[in-house]
């Protein structure tokens, strides 16, 4: 008896579905139903078409209506829109959108493919014409018309998702400035803050907009362009706008035929993708299913599992039902222009919503073996289950090889392996392509240390949470790398020499174990654990990766109307000179922390002063590194530049003579080391309104004659750059404590006398405004936008209790070899 499929809604699920049907059935009459005009397109491609990655439109389009029905043998009607679902009836009610009419069909058997749905929350002003959505082609073809047609200069993308960051990427490909606006903490909420701060600190090398837990309050038209009002006050100014602010399942048919929903919004179906009602199937980013590491119910807007679906769920309506759908753990990619961001299972946070015990573990390795040319640095993390070793969950950034190993990891899952999988897996190995040792086998060697208790991980924010009263932070890195960038407090004893200076070490506090990368940390923790010390942990991920958690995560840039990106396939951060003749080159490429700085030092001794250097090292870190080994040493940065994953620095040799001045005379070409010139500095040691006020009266002056002004917030002064709406934080008792007796922010600051319970202040307010001068709040701003560089002391953070989320934007967490620094250069000195 001959069947007759009704299949609504083409792309990755539908098409995939009636494909299917025909190739195992060739007898049955099959309808497929679209209300657009494409039935089959790369839904993932679309923002490459935009960015001119992908150069011709019609590689996008999979299959045409007349293709796909002329080789299959299917009833394709597009501009078709389905009204209405009778399932007592099995007919649905059809509109023509062209002709007007309206018809029945019956069915035996119908699948609703109906995907997803931009979201498009109430904000004032969204409806706006240059505001556009990415959806499908038309979506896209409007948004190139309009790069194409209006040559905007500027864009805002909302929403930080993987299609809101290949936007961002692909825009700044066309020379476009982007800013990219993100209600979360973070971009790819996917995945653990951690990861996410690598990518964010990605863009600030691209220098591309990024405003974190800000939401839009509101579009403006103000003529030739749009003002993007947000939550924190924050105007923005773009010639146009893109919401990815995510996606919905599009349920209005399936409400339609009575279809149970589930608690996330989608349709309901079995493990044979069967709906609630009988002869009604369902495929895509519509449905609803329990995921299967948690058991609970979830959405999975991905195109690899609608195409599994497609196949399956045609196998059952034809054969019965005899293959289950087991569901998608999120396995997921993004290219974030240079970098590449990979994630499967679920992350940390995720886990600990659902409530399922877990441990991670965090490891830096190469995309291959560092001595063949090219191997660029990457970070995993895994989670998995401390119980019996199941994995549970990965996320990959790196500039190669991040695709591969994703992929493995995600096969271990689907078939429910353990750590233990990952040790023994058989991964091809040659030199070009990976290690001897892979970073997946490397992470699962990592977690099975760990669930056998030979060291105790510990997160960055863990990390950051140390006290002097009870841990001690050990640096076992060698003294050339912690001069560079040491954190305030620690100590450092080389790995080397840790055997010999046991009787240094406390053995009633803390002991936090830290390195570059993690390596060096782990094989301290096992030299002193068998010594007898018990509560030792290593810092997970290394300074690297604690860095960048620690650092500023938003990248608040303002651009101009005027203002031109450069596109992304000619950019290059930093310039270099022209190589002479004798200049040196070194490879230092592959190498992981410290093996740059180390290299750099072996081969500085093998020229003579005077004579240039050319290093070239894909460590992401050797950026900054270089710059600080220079002012230490002595050494003169030429210039550096990175493009891609590699970057380059040339350094000129010191000479006796520049020895001799101690950093007390300009260079004359170059980046200088230290420069004695007319710089001021400015410690802010107190929280008084008044003494606040006499600092920002001299920081903005100087900084308005031109000067470069440092101020330096220690202890109380930390009061006076707090935010006036801080965010939550987790805090411990004395933390809060400390908290509750300071002063909230700059406009709570008491005065030195006549404070009177703060009626002092009261009357200072209103005598500064009757006098026209500004309250201290409008002297903090002024002083943001004059660029005065503002450090907030680290141990006093610490000891105060003062996070670093807490402080406006623009301020710097740094340490007293920061501030001494600046001091160098200074010939004005205030402590205030």
Aim: charged content about 25%.
């Amino acid at each position: 008896m001959q069947k007759k499929y009704v299949i609504i809604g083409g792309v990755a699920g539908g098409a995939t579905t009636a494909a299917r049907l025909r190739r195992i059935d060739e007898n049955a009459e099959i309808i497929m139903l679209e209300r657009g005009e494409h039935i089959s397109y790369a839904n993932c491609g679309l923002p490459y078409y935009i960015g001119g990655v992908i150069k011709e439109r019609e590689k996008l389009l999979v299959q045409t209506p007349e293709s796909f029905g002329g080789r299959f043998n299917i009833d394709v009607r597009i501009f078709s829109e389905v009204t209405d679902i009778d399932a007592e009836n099995q007919t649905v009610s059809v509109r023509d959108l062209k002709s007007g009419k309206e018809y029945s069909e019956k069915y035996d058997k119908l699948v609703l493919s109906p995907g997803a749905q931009p979201v498009k929350p109430p904000i004032p002003g969204i409806d706006h014409k240059n505001i556009f959505t990415l959806r499908n082609v038309d979506d896209t073809d409007r948004i190139k018309a309009f790069v194409d047609d209006e040559k905007p200069r500027s864009a805002i993308v909302v929403g930080a998702g993987f299609i809101g960051l290949e936007m961002a990427e692909n825009l700044h490909h066309r020379g476009i400035n982007v800013t990219v606006v993100e209600a979360a903490p973070q971009v790819m909420n996917m995945m653990d803050p951690e990861i996410a701060a690598l990518l964010h600190q990605h863009f600030k090398e691209k220098e591309v907009g990024l405003y974190l837990q800000d939401a839009v309050q509101e579009f403006r038209d103000n003529g030739n362009e749009l003002t993007v009002r947000l939550a924190s006050g924050n105007l923005l100014k773009a010639d146009f706008v893109v919401l990815s602010i995510g996606v919905k399942p599009d349920t209005s048919l399936a409400q339609k035929a009575n279809l149970k929903l589930g608690q996330r919004g989608g349709i309901v179906v079995d493990d044979y993708l069967q709906t609630s009602q009988e002869n009604i199937y369902a495929v895509g980013d519509a449905i609803e299913f329990p995921h299967p590491l948690t058991g609970q119910s979830s959405l999975a807007f991905l195109a690899g599992p609608a195409n599994k679906q497609g196949r399956i769920l045609a196998d059952n309506m034809v054969y019965g039902h005899q293959r289950k759908y087991r569901g998608s753990i999120g396995t997921a990619i993004a290219k974030v222009f240079d970098l590449t961001a990979g994630t499967t299972g679920l992350s940390d946070k995720a886990l600990a919503q659902a409530g399922i015990p877990h441990q991670s573990t965090i490891v830096n390795a190469g995309s291959h073996a560092g001595y063949y040319p090219g191997s660029t640095n990457m970070v995993l993390k895994l989670t998995f289950s401390p119980e019996n070793g199941k994995v549970l969950g990965a996320q990959i950034v790196g500039y190669g090889g991040v695709d591969k190993r994703i992929d493995i990891i995600a096969a271990v899952i689907k078939e429910n392996g353990d750590i233990y999988d990952l040790q023994e897996i058989e991964h091809a190995y040659a030199p070009p392509f990976s290690s001897a040792k892979d970073p997946v086998s490397q992470a699962g060697y990592n977690a099975e240390n760990i669930m056998k208790g030979l060291f105790l991980p510990l997160s960055p924010y863990k990390f950051h949470e140390w006290s002097h009263s009870d841990s001690c932070l050990i640096d076992v890195r060698t003294p050339d790398e912690y001069s560079l960038n040491a954190i305030e407090g620690s100590v450092n004893i080389e790995l080397d020499q840790l055997r010999e200076r046991l009787d240094e070490i406390p053995r009633d506090k803390n002991l936090y174990i830290f390195c570059g990368v993690g390596l060096r940390g782990y094989v301290a923790t096992r030299i002193l654990k068998q010594h007898g010390f018990e509560k030792v942990y290593n810092l997970s991920g290394g300074l690297k990766v604690y860095q960048s958690a620690m650092a500023e995560q938003n990248n608040p840039l303002k651009f101009s109307k005027s203002e031109e990106a450069m596109p992304a396939s000619e950019e290059e951060m930093g310039q270099l000179p022209l190589i002479k003749a004798d200049t040196l080159q070194v490879d230092a490429c592959g190498l992981q922390c410290p093996g740059p700085v180390l290299k750099l030092k072996e081969e500085m001794a093998k020229i003579e002063p005077g004579q240039e250097m050319q290093v070239k090292a894909t460590d992401p870190g050797f950026y900054n590194d270089v710059a600080s080994w220079c002012k230490v040493t002595g050494h003169t940065l030429v210039g550096r530049s990175k493009k891609g994953a590699e970057i380059t620095a040339v350094i000129r040799k010191k000479s006796e003579k520049s020895s001799e001045m101690n950093g007390m005379e300009r260079l004359s070409e170059g980046i200088r080391t230290i420069d004695k010139g007319d710089n001021k500095t400015i410690i802010v040691f107190s929280d008084d309104l008044d003494r606040a006020l006499a600092s920002f009266v001299i920081a903005n002056g100087a900084a308005s004659m031109g000067k470069k002004v440092t101020m330096f917030f220690t202890f109380w002064g930390l009061n006076v750059i707090k935010k006036q709406d801080k965010p939550r934080t987790r805090k411990g008792m004395m933390d809060r404590m400390f908290g509750l007796m300071m002063p909230g922010h700059a406009g709570k600051l008491p005065l030195s006398n006549m404070n009177m319970g703060g009626i002092g202040r009261g009357m200072m307010k209103q005598r500064m405004k009757s006098k026209n001068v500004d309250a201290l709040e409008v002297m903090i701003d002024n002083a943001v936008r004059s660029e005065v560089q503002m450090i907030a002391c680290q141990m006093s953070m610490d000891v105060m209790g003062v996070r670093s989320e807490e402080l406006i934007d623009g301020v710097r967490v740094g340490g007293v070899a920061n501030y001494l620094e600046e001091a160098e250069s200074s010939n004005l000195n205030l402590f205030i």
